[in-house]
């Protein structure tokens, strides 16, 4: 038999949620990938200070050298040396820089053509509508990719050429969202009211939907920095991103293919860099998604 | 239903024209197409050749025109590097994307479909958080890098499988393959639990138990049917995935398909045989968003009537 304490036990311990176990867990999963971010764009703001080395000086009598904690590195290059004799370290803290800033340009153009997009569609509705979802579909389902090559044949490889290919298809993720969320405020009081008081479509959009789907925004942007950067990571894989010299992760990993039987920290360290970047993104991503608007966990 | 499909046909063969036009033009950005293929010895003459021979001393409304008629023939010009049609290049280069492909998307779903299955119904299990381990593990590791790795430790140290090429031999497909399957899995496996999660919540499944049927039977067969549908809504971007996949795995293993070509034509900045490629894929986007549709349509008779 339960006595009523028990029942109303049940509940509240759901509420109340996790275990204290799965409490530290879950904060970890906010300190770890912050402290992450927040030590990327540092280093990558002071990379010139923090860099040991010069990313593109190359030592022609060092090459190949193993990182400092194997057999035969020196503790002169920490993880060790390229086919070229450069750092492989000062080449990290310096892809960094290109990883991050063309993926922050790409989020912050993707998420002004797919907000507008996104509240015109909700709002307009109709034709337009139909004609923008339409092409957010094209758009979603198009590989990214091919457009990157493309924009290469056409304009020639290069910083821009990068950040626009990126964008390009981008904005599809956020115009979908933010149609949804456009379309639920448009029949809301406040937007009636504001339309009753003569303010115009224009007007709507701006002062009334935009600041209502910000929250929504914010956290496609915050899953969008690891999307993003593994998109730029595998363009400079693919030889197609950002031109040599200039170090990137993607290809450095691309650097070491050619000597992975006799020096395979080339391409091992580079890959670990994007993988735990991209992990922390999506971490943050998760948690500023579940704090703020638990609706989008499927995203 | 029939109008609703011809209308849809007809807007795709719109978009289709769209594309084609943005491509052409995408390609010209730059200007000149022969200051990408001139040698710097050539005279005038021989660079004025050139231009008769590709046509690109007519206006552009013109070339554009050429261009069309040319595409509805099959023709999709020559490449300026190897000088064959790319028709041809690609119909050589195709079956071997297809090679790794299909076997890669029928695993690869399989696989999703399995451990997602099992994941949702043994939830917050060791398993469930393997599952969810693997797939956050996934969608943050580059492709590229797990392809290399694999190269790595499989080829390079182990010896187990054949080295990077195509081969006879079906070992030679594990490595490629199990790369292609990673670019899909994480994602797909993640859908397929958390759709799978929602079915097992609803009414008619606790109906479906309520009536005695068998475990087995309830998920299988009742769940899992109507779990598939939310895997259809992604089906745009799952090829826009394996796409782009195909040219990364056919990059690391030296794999004679369209994505390597591609990749090459790129690097060549070979114009006539990335616009080629890329019409195919477009011509591929577009069906499948047309399927999609159609099959919404045939689910649901409120998208039917009032789309069309």
Do not use: C
Request: positive net charge.
């Amino acid at each position: 038999m339960t006595t009523l304490g028990e029942v109303r036990a049940k509940p509240a311990k759901r509420i109340s949620g996790l275990s204290r176990g799965a409490r530290i867990v879950r904060s970890l999963t906010f300190f770890v990938p912050m402290v992450i971010m927040l030590g990327l764009v540092f280093i990558t703001l002071f990379a010139p200070l923090i860099a040991p080395y010069d990313p593109i000086e190359q030592h022609m009598l060092e090459r190949r050298l193993p990182p400092s904690f194997f057999e035969g590195g020196t503790t002169k290059y920490i993880l060790g040396t390229d086919h070229l004799g450069r750092d492989i370290l000062s080449r990290m803290i310096y892809g960094g820089r290109v990883s991050l800033s063309v993926s922050l340009l790409a989020i912050m153009i993707t998420a002004g053509i797919g907000t507008v997009m996104g509240i015109a569609s909700g709002y307009i509705g109709g034709r337009t509508d139909g004609f923008l979802m339409r092409l957010t579909d094209i758009a979603m389902s198009f590989p990214g990719l091919l457009i990157a090559m493309l924009l290469s044949v056409g304009v020639g490889p290069g910083f821009w050429t990068v950040v626009f290919a990126l964008s390009i298809l981008g904005w599809a993720g956020y115009s979908r969202m933010i149609r949804g969320e456009a379309l639920r405020l448009r029949n809301s009081d406040f937007v009636m009211q504001a339309r009753v008081n003569g303010v115009s479509n224009i007007g709507i959009m701006f002062k009334h939907i935009f600041p209502n789907v910000v929250n929504t925004l914010i956290i496609i942007m915050t899953l969008q920095i690891g999307m993003m950067i593994l998109a730029e990571s595998a363009l400079s894989y693919l030889g197609i991103g950002i031109p040599a010299p200039t170090p990137s992760w993607g290809s450095m990993v691309s650097d070491g293919r050619n000597d992975l039987d006799r020096a395979w920290w080339i391409s091992t360290f580079p890959g670990i860099a994007i993988g735990l970047v991209v992990l922390s993104g999506n971490f943050l991503g998760d948690w500023i998604r579940d704090k703020t608007d638990p609706r989008l966990r499927r995203l | 239903m029939t109008r609703f499909i011809i209308i849809r046909v007809m807007q795709s063969i719109l978009a289709l024209i769209g594309i084609m036009v943005l491509v052409f033009f995408l390609v010209r950005a730059s200007g000149d197409p022969v200051n990408m293929i001139r040698l710097p010895n050539m005279s005038e003459e021989q660079v004025q050749k050139i231009y008769i021979q590709l046509g690109l001393d007519k206006p552009y409304i013109e070339q554009f025109w050429v261009y069309i008629k040319g595409v509805f023939r099959g023709d999709l010009g020559e490449s300026l590097v190897k000088v064959d049609p790319v028709s041809e290049m690609i119909s050589l280069a195709l079956p071997n994307t297809l090679k790794l492909g299909i076997p890669s998307f029928i695993i690869g779903m399989g696989l999703a479909f399995v451990l997602g299955v099992l994941a949702a119904t043994r939830r917050d299990s060791l398993f469930d958080n393997g599952v969810k381990f693997l797939a956050i593990l996934g969608q943050a590791l580059p492709g590229f890098w797990v392809g290399i790795m694999a190269i790595l430790i499989f080829y390079s140290n182990l010896k187990w499988v054949p080295g990077p090429g195509l081969g006879m031999s079906p070992a030679h497909y594990i490595l490629p393959v199990g790369t292609m399957i990673f670019f899909m899995l994480p994602g797909m496996m993640r859908l397929v639990r958390s759709t799978m999660l929602d079915v097992l919540d609803s009414e008619y499944i606790k109906l479906a138990r309520i009536k005695g049927l068998s475990e087995r039977t309830v998920i299988w067969k009742h769940a899992l049917r109507n779990a598939l549908i939310s895997p259809l809504t992604v089906l745009g971007m799952l090829f826009a995935g394996i796409v782009s996949g195909a040219v990364i795995t056919e990059q690391i293993f030296n794999w004679p398909g369209m994505g390597r070509m591609a990749l090459e034509a790129t690097v060549a900045r070979d114009f006539p045989v990335v616009q080629g490629i890329v019409l195919i894929v477009a011509i591929g986007v577009l069906g499948i968003n047309l399927l999609i549709d159609i099959s919404y349509a045939y689910v649901d008779p409120q998208i039917r009537y009032q789309r069309a």
